[in-house]
Structures are given as C-alpha cells and as structure tokens.
C-alpha cells in the first residue's frame, strides 16, 4: 500500500500549487493584451484554441482527431486541417458516470484505432478533489468515425498486482507488440515515475511493470509533486523516442525530456532507453510560452513535415487549469537523428500552416 504520510504529501503539495499557483506568487508584472493578428489563407496563429489542456492528435484516413483535458467528459474535435481546429466543432462522445470510481477529473485522453476497433485511453478517478485515486481507464468503439457509433467502457488498465496511482496512459508498437506506458507512483512516495507493460489486447496488460524514469535533474524537480508524465512516443529512422513532461504543471518550469531507444530494442529493459540530461523543450518568456508541456505529434497534411503540439501558459505564474492552451509548430531533425523542437514560437504570430493544407 502507498505510505499514507508519503502520499498526502505529494497530493497535498499538487492541490496547494495547482489551488493556489496565481493567488500565492508574487505578483505578476503587468503583460499587454494580446492582439491576434487574423490568420490569412497560408498562415495560422497559436493558440490554437482559448484552453485545452494535454492535446492530443490522431490522424486517419484523411482526418485529424483531436482530444484534450475536459475534466467531466470527453470530447473529439474531427477535422480534415489541424489550422482550422479553431473553427471545428467539438462532439461529446462520453460522459462520465454521476458517481463511482471513474466519475470524475477525466484527464489526458488518447484515441487510437487498434485492430479494426477505435479505444481511448484517459485517467479519472471518482468527483471531488481526492485525486490520490486516479487510474487510467479505457472505452472501445467499433465505428468507422470515432465521433458516432457507442462507446464501450471497458474498465481500467493496470498492471497486476502493483494498483497504484496512474495516469497519462500512451501506446507504444514495437517489435510486433504492443506496449503501455504511463505516469504512476510506486507504492512507497509519491514521485511520478514512467511505467512500461507489454498488453495482451487493448484494454489487458501482462507480466510485469518496469520503471523507465523519475525525475533526476534539477530541471526535472520543480515542485512538489516531483514528475515524470505525458510519455508519447515518435519514431523516426531507426530510432525511438520516448517524449515526456517533467516538474509539476504548475511551475512555469514545466518542460520536455527525451528517452531514445534503436527503433528494434526491447522497450522492457532499461537498458534500452538512454535518458537526455537536459530539456528538449522548455519556457520562452519572450514568446508568451510558460509550461510547455504535454504533447502529441502529427505529421503535415502531405506527409512532408513533422508538428509538435503542446500545451503551454500565455503569462506567469497561471499554474495548472484550464488557462493552459493548445499550439503547435514544425520541428526538425538534428544529424543525429534526435528531434528538433526547438523554442516555442511567439505567440499570435503568423505561422506557415502544414503543407498540403
């Protein structure tokens, strides 16, 4: 069992910061307005919507599913140009029990299209503020349009016997099998570690859990709570990349890390992943991005370039709610083989859309 002392600490520390982030700190300098320049036939600006928390972009047959943190339900934004998400209607596909175990503070979905079926993963745990009983839970729909057809609760996921906090669930497919990875505790603190288990189907993990990180560096251990979450996958080459968020959301210091593994690896060793000392991707004050952190990734309507989206604050000290908004930008590759995010671009500055758009 998790350390009640232990736990409440890191829980408590999450609810003092994430309540309390703008009230407690000092105050702000004054910031202008921003003034949002009207995108034109070949530009877009970020952000891209007012708030949306932990951004997610899926892309079939033409289309682009969006998701983000709605906290009571989930909803998928579909369509055909990720610059014209704005301007796209959302559809609520579930909403949550009115009481129970998976009632309440829906977070980070992910919508994926696995052996013919389509299946979102999200965390939840029951309404209120106890958030030391979110776990990740999942639904299955048979529909070709993930936005009709029925949703399916197919309960939650986890690694047995080992129960713990969990959240932040993403699928990894490697070596003709399918891996989930996760942020979750370890029965001892509360540090948020990432966790890797290989699945039996879409909604079963088997064998055994094994950690692949926990916040290491002094740019990993803003806080409390001391994290590792957000793990998403990309590939390229004959490489692996692990992306993941690090220090608490709310901390302006919330920033990206990298693992890489050769794209043939056992992802269940640790000695598979190598672990970058330094962020990939951090704060910009100079361009209005603080908290740039939990992402996904797309690829261009031609297939020609490779976008980064993220969720990132417009001012100081805004914490951890809904003020975090969605934006993304074209990154590159380094000689290495290592991506390039490079710094956040300005906000409401006019950006080439994806080509093919």
Not at 166 to 187: C, M, P
């Amino acid at each position: 069992m998790i350390k009640a002392s232990l736990l409440a600490y890191g829980l408590l520390g999450w609810l003092l910061v994430a309540g309390s982030a703008c009230q407690k700190s000092k105050p702000a300098p004054f910031v202008p307005p921003v003034v949002t320049p009207p995108a034109t036939a070949t530009t877009f600006v970020n952000p891209l919507l007012a708030s949306g928390p932990d951004p997610w972009v899926y892309q079939k047959d033409g289309f682009y599913y969006y998701m983000h943190t709605l906290n009571d339900r989930l909803a998928i934004w579909k369509t055909a140009a990720m610059s014209s998400l704005g301007s796209t209607v959302s559809k609520t596909v579930w909403s949550p029990p009115s009481s129970g175990n998976a009632s309440g503070n829906l977070w980070a979905p992910e919508l994926y299209f696995l052996d013919g079926k389509w299946y979102i993963y999200y965390s939840a745990g029951p309404r209120g503020t106890d958030l030391g009983r979110q776990r990740t839970w999942v639904l299955e729909n048979s529909a070709a349009d993930p936005t009709t057809g029925t949703w399916v609760d197919k309960g939650r996921i986890f690694s047995s016997p080992e129960d713990y906090w969990a959240i932040d669930g993403t699928v990894l497919e490697q070596n003709d099998k399918r891996y989930f990875i996760w942020s979750g505790h370890n029965g001892i603190d509360a540090i948020q570690r990432l966790y890797i288990s290989e699945m039996s189907n879409p909604w079963t993990l088997i064998g055994p859990r094994v950690e692949l990180s926990h916040p290491e560096h002094a740019w990993e251990n803003a806080g409390p709570p001391y994290v590792n979450e957000g793990p998403e996958i990309l590939k390229h080459g004959n490489k692996i990349f692990l992306v993941y968020s690090a220090s608490f959301c709310g901390t302006d210091q919330y920033a990206l890390g990298l693992l890489a593994a050769d794209a043939t690896a056992d992802p269940m060793l640790l000695a598979s992943w190598s672990k970058s000392d330094k962020p990939v991707f951090s704060q910009s004050p100079a361009n209005r991005a603080y908290a740039t952190g939990h992402n996904s990734f797309f690829k261009s309507k031609d297939g020609q370039e490779d976008w980064i989206i993220y969720h990132a604050n417009s001012n100081p000290n805004e914490g951890c709610i809904e003020k975090r908004n969605p934006r993304m930008q074209k990154f590159s590759w380094n000689a290495d083989g290592t991506p390039n995010f490079g710094v956040p671009a300005a906000i409401s500055s006019p950006l080439a859309k994806p080509s093919g758009e």
